[in-house]
C-alpha cells in the first residue's frame, strides 16, 4: 500500500463554509526602498550632466519629455546647487522601510536655496540632527 502525503490548510468562505485550499505562502518581508530624494538627486545631476553636454536644449525639453512643468524641473535641477558634500551624504542614504520619517524632499529644497555652502553645511547638520533624534524617539 502507497501513502500519500500534501499539504493543505482550510479557511472560512462565505456563509461560514469550511474550504480546504493549498497552503498560503509566507509573507515576504518588507524590502527596504530607496529614498525618494536620493532617487531625485540622481536625477538632478544626470539632466545637469545632459544639458551641460548639449543632448537636452533645456528645462523646457526635459518638462515635454517627463509630462512635468517647467517648474518641477526646476526645483528637480536645483538639488544641484547643494555643496558637493551634502548631494554626496545624500547619494549615500541607506534605502528605509519606514518611508513616513524619511528625509523630505521640501526639506532639502529649502537648503538647496541657500547660496553659501556653508549655510547650507550648517543646515544640513540641524536637520540631520532632527531626523536622528526623532529617529532614536520611536
Do not use: C, Y
Not at 18 to 38: C, D, E, M, N, S
Request: proline letters at 7%.
Amino acid at each position: 500500500m502507497s501513502h500519500i502525503q500534501a499539504k493543505f490548510e482550510t479557511h472560512r468562505a462565505a456563509r461560514g463554509q469550511q474550504r480546504i485550499g493549498p497552503p498560503q505562502a509566507a509573507k515576504r518581508p518588507p524590502v527596504p526602498k530607496v529614498l525618494h530624494i536620493t532617487k531625485l538627486i540622481a536625477l538632478a545631476i544626470r539632466l545637469d550632466h545632459l544639458i551641460a553636454i548639449g543632448k537636452i536644449k533645456g528645462q523646457a525639453q526635459i518638462a515635454r519629455a517627463g509630462g512635468i512643468t517647467r517648474a518641477r524641473v526646476s526645483q528637480i535641477l536645483n538639488l544641484t546647487n547643494l555643496a558637493p558634500d551634502i548631494q554626496q551624504a545624500i547619494l549615500e542614504l541607506p534605502p528605509t522601510l519606514d518611508s513616513v520619517r524619511a528625509l523630505q524632499e521640501s526639506e532639502v529644497r529649502s537648503i538647496a536655496t541657500q547660496p553659501n555652502w556653508s549655510n547650507q553645511r550648517k543646515a544640513w547638520k540641524k536637520l540631520i540632527s532632527q531626523h536622528s533624534r526623532t529617529q532614536s524617539e520611536r
